[in-house]
């Protein structure tokens, strides 16, 4: 049992919701390790959602907003981080959710559904063989997609992603929406919006700043916004932050 009072209690019950998961086929194994990478950004971050961070949240949702086909793309460690969060927001946005793993096995598609429909997903995409199609350009089985999913979608929203897909979606024409605390990612570098910040304090702001934002302002916003002044003011905290740590 950690203590309530353990400086690293939150990160610690963290961890340990990721080694479920990879008991339960959630999360697979290498998710531990990607996991733990996160988290020694988010540490830099001081563990807190930062201005710059809040920009890529309004912009992601005015995004979404004005899509015809937004998607969220699944994989194991969002499923286990913020499986309840998740669901609401795909309800509230009526952005899909579709699930799309790098280690394929049935038994994990099978895991992450049954795990999301106990918070109450209705409609879960990436499952039925013959509704499944390749992405040009992919060789990972990242590039077996939905046909009614991520194939056909304008906007596709891949919280802690890989860079290999995230390329060959901008090559497709689609826009990408990413949660990723490493802004020198690949990933971070390609997207159209990367939000610098732990996904388990993303989902929540995301859905305030969606259910309030009417088209207008969406456009507004995603006038205004500039991806690459995002990814430097993120670097540039991450030093501050690292520097404050030693004084």
Request: proline residues 3%; hydrophobic residues 40%; contains cysteine.
């Amino acid at each position: 049992m950690i203590p309530n009072s353990h400086p690293r209690a939150a990160s610690l019950n963290i961890r340990h919701k990721i080694i479920e998961g990879m008991h339960k086929h959630i999360v697979a194994e290498s998710g531990l390790i990607a996991h733990g990478r996160g988290e020694a950004f988010d540490y830099l971050l001081g563990e807190q959602t930062h201005h710059f961070a809040l920009a890529a949240i309004e912009a992601a949702a005015a995004m979404i907003k004005l899509s015809t086909h937004p998607i969220i793309s699944v994989n194991g460690n969002v499923s286990i981080l913020c499986p309840k969060e998740m669901v609401e927001f795909s309800k509230l946005s009526e952005a899909k959710l579709e699930i799309n793993l790098f280690y394929r096995r049935p038994e994990r598609y099978e895991a992450i559904k049954s795990h999301l429909e106990t918070f109450g997903a209705d409609e879960i995409l990436g499952i039925e063989e013959d509704a499944q199609v390749e992405l040009d350009g992919l060789e990972s089985y990242r590039r077996i997609v939905d046909k009614e999913g991520i194939y056909i979608a304008d906007t596709v929203f891949v919280p802690l992603e890989d860079g290999d897909r995230t390329e060959t979606l901008k090559r497709l024409n689609k826009n990408v929406i990413t949660v990723d605390l490493n802004p020198l990612s690949r990933t971070s570098l390609n997207a159209d919006i990367t939000i610098v910040d732990n996904i388990i304090r993303v989902f929540p702001l995301l859905q305030n700043f969606y259910k309030d934002m009417e088209a207008d302002s969406a456009r507004d916003i995603l006038s205004k916004y500039n991806n690459k002044a995002v990814l430097n003011q993120a670097m540039e905290t991450m030093s501050t932050e690292w520097k404050k740590k030693l004084n």
